[in-house]
Every structure is written in structure tokens, then in C-alpha cells.
């Protein structure tokens, strides 16, 4: 299984990024994935949630702002980010789960098996 963002890059406040996660080598027809950051000095947190249903979460921090979709066929998610503030500024990962749904627990990275090796994105004032 490997899991690949791209798209990171800088921005200034109020600007916009879309970002890829591509997923080859996972072969399980229903699975959560799960879009978190990690900024200097802090622990990884949850951004945003796509249970298998395709039913989405997102954090208070960013909801409004960002967006998740995913191309079934392809397995690969998409995360959208717009109105980006200079507290965004971390490394994102992407992450996947083989259960149905994590649920009230989504935010926690200890329910994921698998992740991407994170893109950094840096939002400037």
C-alpha cells in the first residue's frame, strides 16, 4: 500500500491550495480516509474525515474553508483548501483505515494503518 501527496507548496493568506493523495496497492472495497497535519513542536491532528459511505468530517478549525472528495474508481482523495490562514501553515499527511467508519474517534491517528509521507504547506501573512 502506498499513499502519495502532492500539491503542498506556499501561499498567502486568504489563497488556495488543492492537494492529491494517491492511493495504489489497496485493495479493500470499503475504508475510511483521513486528511491531518502536523505543525512544529505540535501533535498530529485531524483536518478532515471520509467515512466509506463518503459521508465527510471536518475539524472546527477548518470547516468552511476546506473540502475533501474522493475518486472511487481511482481511490485517490482530494483535499481543497481555500481561505488559508497563516496558522495552517504544517505538514500534511493523508491516511487510510480499513474500518467502515472510525466516527466520533476520526480525528485520532491511532486508527489508521496507513500514510502518506506528508507535503508541506506554508501559508504566509
Known amino acids: 500500500v502506498q499513499l502519495v501527496e502532492s500539491g503542498g507548496g506556499s501561499v498567502q493568506a486568504g489563497g488556495s491550495l488543492n492537494v492529491s493523495c494517491v492511493v495504489s496497492g489497496y485493495n479493500y472495497r470499503h475504508y475510511c480516509m483521513g486528511w491531518f497535519r502536523q505543525a512544529p513542536g505540535k501533535e498530529r491532528e485531524g483536518v478532515a474525515y471520509m467515512a466509506s459511505d463518503g459521508s465527510n468530517t471536518y475539524a472546527d478549525s477548518v470547516k468552511g474553508r476546506f473540502t475533501i472528495s474522493k475518486d472511487n474508481a481511482k481511490k485517490n482523495l482530494y483535499p481543497q483548501m481555500n481561505r488559508m490562514e497563516p496558522g495552517d501553515t504544517a505538514v500534511y499527511y493523508c491516511?487510510?483505515?480499513?474500518?467502515?467508519?472510525?466516527?466520533?474517534?476520526?480525528?485520532?491517528?491511532?486508527?489508521?494503518?496507513?500514510w502518506g509521507q506528508g507535503t508541506q504547506v506554508t501559508v504566509s501573512s
Open positions: 491516511a487510510t483505515s480499513e474500518r467502515w467508519s472510525i466516527g466520533g474517534s476520526w480525528a485520532s491517528p491511532t486508527f489508521y494503518s496507513n
